[in-house]
């Protein structure tokens, strides 16, 4: 247990592929309908959102989970 506490000392930014974001979108209906992938895309490439890294990863693109939850707060707030 020590080992792992001395591991993660600072925790890591956690980041979410596309297809957890688009369900979490669907499943709180966060917009309704859903935006395409292309338009989730380039939320990506746009800026929007911070990513890991400028282009997409092995895992697709990964967009960091405090971006995203900053975003759907000014999509409530506009």
């Known amino acids: ?38 338009k989730l895309i380039a939320l990506c490439t746009e800026g929007v959102w911070e990513t890991v890294g400028d282009k997409p990863t092995s895992f697709g693109w990964l967009v960091y989970e405090d971006s995203f939850l900053k975003w759907v707060e000014k999509l409530e707030s506009s």
């Not at 591991?7 to 369900?23: D, G, H, N, Q, V």
């Open 1 to 38: 247990m020590n080992y792992t506490k001395r591991l993660f000392e600072t925790a890591p930014r956690t980041a979410l592929r596309l297809c957890e974001i688009e369900r979490l979108i669907r499943t709180h209906r966060i917009i309704v309908p859903a935006p395409s992938r292309p």
